[in-house]
């Protein structure tokens, strides 16, 4: 059977039906009154998805392009910046950053592991004439499932006084709380396409008042991705310019659909799917890439050794329609990655954990059958 696939990759994720109908209609002028209340509209509820009372700001841009104006914004040539780096988004953090000539300090944890928050506050407390500008971080590691401890890194931060924190919140946000007042934190990127339930195409900023301070001084070039610009028409809801009006459309329905549910609500049910993977891969008796103490709530990565990932995947794909995704980089052919994030739920989970076993058995890898299914239902059963 052919148009029947499930989309169970880290991104982009699955849309909900009404989000696909809210964009097939018309475009209107981004120009006009009704615009206005749209983006009036999603703005309150990009502050409440994070938690803030500041901006956040929307560009038309992929994750990528929101982190690069979360740098370019605040900061100036040569400043001295700090990377946390334990996989492939880290690793992008640090290019980014040095391809704005940045003076990149990088602080590492093997792939698959979480960030050491002792480390930073090893190089924070030892900056005594607070040269550090900024703390660079990826909460939720796609390419590896390692949420990495930005509550405790963020601490050592507000310790230090002076070095903004920028965190890369793309898998984080939507799956578990980014809470951007209480934390302080400074600057959060985010995209469509992840935990928002829409299709790629927009990128958002959370931005501070502190690092608004910053950003006077910053002297980095920029044109497009200007906040300051997006800061003060976003203050009349409008836009400096053409907006992809059919995304604004689908982000104000799927922000109604997660107000409807409730945050608490949405954790809770990332932190099921991800229990229920972790519950049937340990059934399995397949090992996991990270330790479950620091695995994400958006993404599981399995490692698996008696048969490969590669085929696992393409088994899934062809008999099932299911796609998960690979390893990246010096993971490619050792991992297969579960995404859970966004739209997903127990109905998903189930699906492809049934999948995944029937895959594993017809691979030869030594199972009982229903096991991880029933370690799946148990977690299902035992969360609220
Ligand atoms: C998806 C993702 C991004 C953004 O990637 P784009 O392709 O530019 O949207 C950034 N960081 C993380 C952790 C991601 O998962």
Redesign the pocket.
Known sequence: MTDRSLLLI??PTLVPESVLQAMAQHPIGHRSGEFSTLMGEVTAGLQWLHQTTGDVLILT?????A?EAGIINFLSPGDRVLCGCNGK?GE?WTELCQAFQLQVETITAPWGQPLNPNDFATKLTADRDKTIKAVII??????TGVINDLEAINRHVKAHGQALIIV?A??SLGATSVPVDDWGLDVV?S?S??GYMIP?GL?FVAVSERAWQASKTAKLPKFYFDLGSYRKDGAKNTTPFTPPVNLFFALRQSLQLMQKEGLPQIFTRHERSAGMVQAAVSAWNLPLLCPVESASPAVTAVAPTTIAAEEVRSLLKKQFGIAVAGGQDQLKGKIFRIGHLGFAGEREMLTVIAALESVLHQLGHPLTLGSGVGAAIRVLEATP
Do not use: I, N
């Not at 990826?138 to 390419?143: A, C, L, Q, R």
């Open positions: 880290p991104g841009a992929s994750g990528t392009g982190m988004f992008r990826t909460h939720s590691e796609t390419s890369d793309v898998t990127a995209g396409q992840k790629p990128g």
